[in-house]
Nanobody
Framework: QVQLVESGGGLVQAGGALRLSCAIS????????MGWYRQTPGGKQREWVA????????NYADSVKGRFAIYRDNAKSTIYLQMNSLKPEDTAVYYC???????????WGQGTQVTVSS
């Protein structure tokens, strides 16, 4: 069974920065696609934030492009989301996900709360 454990969330003022971590219990090379999503209290579904694919290709939602960066540390089987210039609208529970391929089911972490105060 695969486990993803997020950490690094917290309360930060607007303009500040946080780095989220997601430790994966299985060898990270098992996963070709890894990503971050977020969900607000009133949100009906999780919003895609960023993806890191095999080969190092990254993609970002327009709302975070230029402010967030996704990267992975293979030796630690961990993916990260560096979040800079945070805005109150970034407030959400952030979830990491992992897939063995584009069409395979996602594994999810339990989520970590990020709160940005104005």
């Amino acid at each position: 069974q695969v486990q993803l454990v997020e950490s690094g969330g917290g309360l930060v003022q607007a303009g500040g920065a946080l780095r989220l971590s997601c430790a994966i219990s299985r060898n990270i090379f098992s996963f070709n696609v890894m990503g971050w999503y977020r969900q607000t209290p009133g949100g009906k579904q999780r919003e895609w934030v960023a993806t890191h694919a095999v080969g190092g290709m990254t993609n970002y939602a327009d709302s975070v492009k230029g402010r967030f960066a996704i990267y992975r540390d293979n030796a630690k089987s961990t993916i990260y989301l560096q979040m800079n210039s945070l805005k109150p609208e970034d407030t959400a529970v952030y979830y990491c996900s992992a897939q063995t391929s584009n069409n395979s089911p996602r594994y999810w972490g339990q989520g970590t709360q990020v709160t940005v105060s104005s």
